[in-house]
């Protein structure tokens, strides 16, 4: 769920706007063509040279330097006051707050304190006090699913360890979100911070984390923190920066103090956006459940892993399906409270525009409206007088008690009951639930892979063996100076300067070789990513009851954990690069969709009404009018499409990929390439800032 | 804003005061799983963290030790999900007591045991680790002669795909073991190109795929695991090994040698005088007794417990004999 927003930054101020436009992009065609040309007639001369291949167990000096560092410190670690005393109370404090919510919440043991009926009834009477009666429903619906489904103490396992990630992630992200919103030079210096935290693949620190805050809990914790803190820090940046420049000028004028200024005018107009970001922080925590089973983070991981090592598909996809359910009910929940709780008169229509907010600044990613409580009405009618509601919640509380009590007190209320042997309901137990989707998908698999392994066969012949090719077996040089050239012509001097950084820290890794080979999968993924983008968000935009049937399945392609359909895609693409990309495609398909559904729905009515009356066909109306008028949405489509594509580089090595995401695979699992697979997640952090700022430049002179 | 914040407040605290409530009533659940304390016999056991690594023939040791522990010790057993190197660093650390199947890792070894002397050897498991080259059992049977290695390079174009360019696929890479393979197809001038896998899943997928749909693979694979169960594959035989034959890894021009799996044990815990050391230390048994267990996990879909379960009970003797 990497959310990666360009920092909110009057782009086109700093950068003089080219005058002729037209004129301008056709001149870069061409040096592009020029560059390309070159590019090929080196591949024809210098092809096999200076290729700096690395084999799969050499390490260079860096990696023996990681390693031998790791050492240190895991010996030092022992009794240093920071390492053991700092980092291991904390890690124990955590591993205690959570482990006391467990024994209360989640922990059906008998004897232990709440059961399931009392969790579900609480659940409920907060949801209704805070977030309303659809919600609640919501969350009912979800919970009884996961008893039913025998996920009951996983799931909630889960909900317990996100609530707590996300509520330290808020504890240190506003303030953080604050300072740089008011402070150009602590923006400047976070900000790559952020870059790095989101880029970097969490399997290539995930030991050393593990050795500082031991197994369990806390390390969980830590790692869901590492990833789900920039969304939010950079969104509350971007909400008060985009607080529109007259009001705060207005609050100047008033002679109120800084303080004023941000507690009275700021905060409460960017409060929207900031929920917006407090949600996109939660599903960046969800999407970590998986690799925090690794450490033994408690939660719905588990069942994935444990799924996975006996490729069983169904189990998985039942667990997996629990967090996607989670997510949804999260997202929902917290959306519907927020609106709740905002004063009457700043009601505002929360999906007016869902993915953009704020212009092509900020990326979001709003889950499908049918649940969400008031959404876009815009009024909102309720039932019941605040003071109504009030006595309803009262009264109310009183069976909550009691059904709580005696959940502590039977075993049917304290442990969810076993109902796979009910008709209907039976049938959504783990077991048969999990039977039926394999067998599904063993059908589907059947069917279809003789095809999928034909397409698989053609586009590697036609489009990865050539392209990787051209991008991996030439001399470093050669590649770095194209890419430089590239980043040049695209964006200017500064994402060439940034570039040329970027290339200095992937040689500086000794993995070249393999980040060009990861370079040719991202591009082409993202080419992928795309296409179907285009022919789906162009489906959605134009129709309301296409986006009504595509989106819930781009919620659950976001949300899913890539593990789940590992095992169908290796059946349907075998172990190769391409089922890498395909899983790349899988995950990053649902984002850049619904930017670009969002753009072509953005296109002014009056224009399409214009256009439309003008008499030209359907295929004239799209290709001529919405996607060109949609362009800016297509460039930060594209955008993110790459980041999500770079960001499953690790799960890609794990069927077949190879290069970066495999060593960083590698290095986790054994020790002496601990060092390798660091340098490996250092390299694929480079080619991201490098990919995101070549594209946001880029967007920044194209896109408009 | 201030009136919703207020009401929050207000929830929160209700919320907490109902938990707190509740809380007043827990413990009136009898406990049902204190009873097997009676069998131990002398002295307590107390927690067992046994770490589980995720490999399925792994959690086969883990379950039917911590099975017997609980049932025969009366220890409180909990099983930790880690990798394996997690897992050594959790035994120095002391929040794991034992690991019950390590395949080699020499480093480890000489990083805890030798040096840092926070983790000790258990004792093999009676199981013996073999690494090597496969072919689905179809494959054996139409082509009866490529088992051995000299023959490969007579089908080698058979074994092409799109990822080899040109040569036959060598499917490799499970990211848990170094392999020679590389160096191997140099060594033995194999027409051979070493591909990556990256996964258990892949590998075992592709044997799958390749059984079903009667297509040609060769790949890395391992045994014990619970795959054989499911299918036969078949060892190529590549030129046997001798002690010291893979001294130098880039000359290595034969088989793996097969690993005794053995088991770890933290120091601190050994020192602890807790039962279930000795179990741990006397525990052994053999390839088809994990694959049969692993199978039930596996293919059966039987939670481990239940799987560990049936085997004790089914293998009374066995069992025993770790206990005397």
């Known amino acids: 769920m990497t959310t990666t927003l360009e920092p909110a930054?009057?782009?086109?101020?700093?950068?003089?706007?080219?005058?002729?436009?037209?004129?301008?992009?056709?001149?870069?065609?061409?040096?592009?063509?020029?560059?390309?040309?070159?590019?090929?007639?080196?591949?024809?001369?210098?092809?096999?040279?200076?290729?700096?291949?690395?084999?799969?167990?050499?390490?260079?000096?860096?990696?023996?330097?990681?390693?031998?560092?790791?050492?240190?410190?895991?010996?030092?670690?022992?009794?240093?006051?920071?390492?053991?005393?700092?980092?291991?109370?904390?890690?124990?404090?955590?591993?205690?707050?959570?482990?006391?919510?467990?024994?209360?919440?989640?922990?059906?043991?008998?004897g232990d304190w709440l059961g399931w009926f009392g969790v579900l009834l609480l659940a409920a009477w907060v949801t209704y006090a805070l977030a309303g009666l659809r919600s609640t429903l919501l969350v009912t619906v979800v919970l009884l699913f996961l008893g039913l489904a025998g996920l009951w103490t996983d799931g909630i396992d889960t909900l317990i360890v996100t609530i707590v990630a996300v509520v330290i992630c808020m504890v240190v992200g506003l303030p953080l979100g604050i300072a740089m919103s008011r402070s150009r030079r602590t923006s400047a210096v976070v900000t790559p911070v952020l870059d790095a935290m989101q880029t970097m693949p969490s399997f290539a620190y995930l030991t050393p984390i593990a050795l500082f805050f031991g197994i369990g809990p806390a390390c969980a914790i830590v790692l869901t923190l590492v990833y789900a803190l920039p969304p939010l820090v950079r969104i509350t940046e971007h909400g008060l920066n985009s607080v529109a420049e007259n009001t705060v000028e207005a609050g100047r004028s008033l002679g109120v103090t800084k303080g004023q200024l941000l507690r009275q005018v700021q905060l409460p107009m960017a409060k929207r956006t900031i929920v917006v970001g407090i949600n996109q922080c939660t599903?960046?925590?969800?999407?970590?459940?998986?690799?925090?089973?690794?450490?033994?983070?408690?939660?719905?991981?588990?069942?994935?892993?444990?799924?996975?090592?006996?490729?069983?598909?169904?189990?998985?996809?039942?667990?997996?399906?629990?967090?996607?359910?989670?997510?949804?009910?999260?997202?929902?929940?917290?959306?519907?409270?927020?609106?709740?709780?905002?004063?009457?008169?700043?009601?505002?229509?929360?999906?007016?525009?869902?993915?953009?907010?704020?212009?092509?600044?900020?990326?979001?990613?709003?889950?499908?409206?049918?649940?969400?409580?008031?959404?876009?009405?815009?009024?909102?009618?309720?039932?019941?007088?605040?003071?109504?509601?009030?006595?309803?919640?009262?009264?109310?509380?009183?069976?909550?008690?009691?059904?709580?009590?005696?959940?502590?007190?039977?075993?049917?209320?304290?442990?969810?009951?076993?109902?796979?042997?009910?008709?209907?309901?039976?049938?959504?137990?783990?077991?048969?639930?999990?039977?039926?989707?394999?067998?599904?998908?063993?059908?589907?698999?059947?069917?279809?892979?003789?095809?999928?392994?034909?397409?698989?066969?053609?586009?590697?012949?036609?489009?990865?063996?050539?392209?990787?090719?051209?991008?991996?077996?030439?001399?470093?040089?050669?590649?770095?100076?194209?890419?430089?050239?590239?980043?040049?012509?695209?964006?200017?001097?500064?994402?060439?300067?940034?570039?040329?950084?970027?290339?200095?820290?992937?040689?500086?890794?000794?993995?070249?070789?393999?980040?060009?080979?990861?370079?040719?999968?991202?591009?082409?993924?993202?080419?992928?990513?795309?296409?179907?983008?285009?022919?789906?968000?162009?489906?959605?935009?134009?129709?309301r009851r296409a986006d009504t049937v595509i989106r819930p399945f781009l919620d659950g392609f976001q949300t899913i954990p890539a593990f789940v359909y590992l095992v169908p895609a290796l059946a349907l693409f075998a172990a190769t690069r391409f089922t890498a990309i395909m899983a790349a495609v899988a995950y990053a398909v649902p984002i850049a969709t619904k930017l670009v559904a969002d753009g072509v729905r953005g296109v002014s009515p009056a224009t399409v009404e214009a256009a439309r009356s003008t008499g030209i066909t359907r295929w004239q109306m799209i290709s001529k009018v919405q996607l060109p008028m949609a362009r800016e949405a297509l460039v930060l489509a594209t955008n993110q499409g790459l980041l999500y594509v770079l960001s499953m580089v690790v799960i890609g090595g794990m069927v077949g990929g190879g290069s970066l995401g495999y060593l960083i695979v590698q290095g986790f699992v054994q020790g002496q390439l601990f060092g390798k697979g660091l340098a490996a997640g250092i390299a694929i952090t480079a080619l991201g800032i490098m990919l995101d700022r070549i594209a946001r430049h880029a967007a920044a002179r194209f896109g408009r | 804003?201030?009136?919703?914040?207020?009401?929050?407040?207000?929830?929160?605290?209700?919320?907490?005061?109902?938990?707190?409530?509740?809380?007043?009533?827990?413990?009136?659940?009898?406990?049902?799983?204190?009873?097997?304390?009676?069998?131990?016999?002398?002295?307590?056991?107390?927690?067992?963290?046994?770490?589980?690594?995720?490999?399925?023939?792994?959690?086969?040791?883990?379950?039917?030790?911590?099975?017997?522990?609980?049932?025969?010790?009366?220890?409180?057993?909990?099983?930790?999900?880690?990798?394996?190197?997690?897992?050594?660093?959790?035994?120095?650390?002391?929040?794991?007591?034992?690991?019950?199947?390590?395949?080699?890792?020499?480093?480890?070894?000489?990083?805890?045991?030798?040096?840092?002397?926070?983790?000790?050897?258990?004792?093999?498991?009676?199981?013996?680790?073999?690494?090597?080259?496969?072919?689905?059992?179809?494959?054996?049977?139409?082509?009866?002669?490529?088992?051995?290695?000299?023959n490969l390079n007579k089908y080698a174009s058979m074994f092409k795909t799109s990822e080899s360019g040109g040569k036959g696929q060598l499917l490799d890479g499970d990211p848990s073991y170094v392999t020679n393979d590389e160096a191997l197809v140099t060594n033995l001038k194999l027409d051979y190109k070493v591909v990556t896998g990256g996964s258990e899943a892949a590998l075992i997928t592709s044997f799958r795929q390749a059984e079903k749909n009667k297509t040609p693979l060769l790949a890395y694979f391992y045994d014990p695991q619970w795959f054989f169960s499911e299918m036969k594959l078949v060892k190529v035989n590549l030129p046997e090994y001798t002690d010291g034959c893979d001294a130098d890894a880039k000359k290595v021009a034969c088989d793996y040698p097969p690993y005794a799996l053995n088991k770890l044990i933290a120091t601190k815990f050994a020192e602890s005088g807790s039962p279930a050391v000795d179990l741990i230390k006397k525990f052994q048994w053999t390839n088809d007794d994990q694959n049969a267990v692993s199978e039930m996990i596996a293919n059966q879909n039987m939670s481990p417990d239940d799987a560990a379960k049936k085997w004790v009970e089914a293998n009374p003797d066995k069992v025993a004999a770790w206990l005397s």
């Not at chain 1, 009794?79 to 922990?107: K, M, R």
Request: some cysteine.
């Open chain 1, 9 to 110: 930054r009057p782009a086109p101020t700093k950068e003089a706007q080219p005058v002729a436009e037209r004129a301008t992009s056709r001149r870069t065609g061409r040096k592009l063509l020029a560059v390309l040309a070159l590019w090929v007639l080196a591949w024809a001369t210098l092809r096999g040279r200076q290729t700096l291949e690395l084999a799969n167990a050499d390490t260079t000096g860096l990696h023996d330097w990681f390693n031998d560092v790791r050492d240190r410190v895991q010996l030092l670690g022992q009794d240093n006051w920071f390492f053991h005393g700092v980092l291991g109370t904390i890690a124990s404090g955590l591993d205690t707050f959570v482990g006391v919510l467990q024994e209360h919440l989640s922990s059906v043991t008998p």
């Open chain 2, 1 to 150: 804003m201030a009136r919703a914040t207020h009401r929050t407040a207000l929830v929160a605290a209700t919320a907490a005061l109902a938990l707190g409530l509740s809380a007043c009533g827990g413990g009136n659940i009898e406990q049902p799983s204190a009873s097997g304390s009676a069998g131990g016999g002398g002295k307590e056991c107390g927690d067992l963290r046994i770490a589980v690594n995720p490999w399925t023939g792994y959690v086969s040791n883990a379950h039917v030790i911590g099975y017997v522990a609980q049932t025969k010790l009366g220890c409180k057993v909990t099983y930790p999900d880690v990798k394996e190197e997690v897992g050594w660093q959790g035994m120095a650390s002391g929040s794991i007591d034992t690991i019950v199947e390590n395949w080699g890792h020499a480093d480890l070894t000489k990083k805890y045991v030798d040096e840092q002397k926070t983790v000790q050897d258990a004792g093999l498991t009676g199981n013996q680790g073999i690494i090597g080259w496969y072919v689905p059992p179809w494959m054996a049977e139409k082509y009866p002669d490529i088992t051995d290695w000299k």
């Open chain 1, 283 to 543: 599903m960046a925590a969800l999407s970590m459940a998986t690799i925090a089973a690794l450490v033994n983070g408690p939660g719905l991981g588990k069942p994935v892993i444990a799924a996975l090592q006996t490729l069983n598909v169904g189990a998985a996809a039942v667990a997996g399906l629990g967090i996607v359910l989670i997510a949804i009910m999260l997202d929902r929940t917290t959306t519907a409270a927020s609106e709740r709780s905002s004063p009457a008169g700043q009601r505002v229509a929360a999906v007016g525009s869902p993915g953009i907010f704020g212009g092509r600044t900020l990326v979001l990613e709003k889950l499908p409206r049918w649940a969400t409580e008031e959404g876009g009405r815009g009024t909102d009618r309720r039932f019941l007088t605040p003071s109504g509601r009030r006595l309803v919640l009262a009264v109310l509380l009183l069976p909550v008690l009691v059904g709580a009590y005696y959940s502590t007190r039977y075993l049917q209320l304290s442990q969810f009951p076993d109902l796979s042997g009910v008709p209907v309901l039976g049938e959504l137990t783990a077991g048969p639930l999990g039977g039926h989707i394999n067998d599904l998908t063993n059908a589907v698999v059947d069917a279809i892979s003789g095809v999928t392994n034909g397409f698989k066969d053609l586009v590697t012949a036609v489009m990865l063996n050539p392209l990787q090719s051209l991008m991996s077996d030439l001399p470093w040089w050669v590649m770095a100076l194209v890419l430089l050239a590239v980043a040049f012509l695209l964006g200017g001097w500064r994402p060439a300067v940034v570039t040329l950084v970027c290339e200095a820290v992937v040689l500086g890794t000794g993995l070249w070789y393999d980040a060009m080979v990861t370079l040719t999968m991202t591009l082409v993924a993202t080419v992928i990513v795309m296409l179907v983008a285009v022919v789906l968000g162009v489906a959605m935009g134009r129709g």
